[in-house]
């Protein structure tokens, strides 16, 4: 049997950027013949730098609005379940669901979870002469699920097809093969069935 490719499509964002321009202070005006009264010679408030013509004040450096605080935290997304995967039953006849486990082969054949990683369902298409040789994968729009601590993941109400089970990896995703046979692995989803994968286990990368 062939084996199957794929194709990945992927989406680009653009963020725009817009720049301020602070305005220039006003110039002072052109002194007169006549005298005028001597400038005041009262100090500026504490930390801040005078304003033209000394009727007010900017915020200084120790001002608490001047410039904002730390940044905050990044978001670095959810974080992983510890809880074990529990596998519901199709909302109707005209889903599935899909269940597994994925572990790692270490070093000395021991298996460890692979954990926190997102696994989609690629659809399989057909080539020009009916063959099952491609699997497209739209991270938008593919069933998608997560491994929690143990491996485990489960897709829920996933339309009845026929799919390519791939792990994104730190390196981008790979398409998961039968560990069995090492041959191609099709997952095919039936309306009001719950599709049990079993254990996985492949010599995978530590990232």
Known sequence: MRRLRTIIASLAGVVLLAACNQPAPSSQPEPT???TAPAST???AQGAYPAPGGTSAYPGPDASSAYPGPAPTPDL???ISSEPVVVPQPASASVGVATGK???IAEGGTREPVAGYYIYLGRILQNNLGDESIVEL???TAPKARLNAFGEFVFVDVPPGRYGLMLELLRGAVLLNDPDSGGNMIVEI???DV???GEMAYPLPAE
């Open 33 to 35: 013949s006549a005298p």
């Open 42 to 44: 009262a100090p500026t």
């Open 77 to 79: 997304g959810p974080t």
């Open 102 to 104: 994925v572990l790692r």
């Open 138 to 140: 739209d991270k938008a």
């Open 190 to 192: 039936k309306g009001g």
């Open 195 to 197: 599709v049990d994968l």
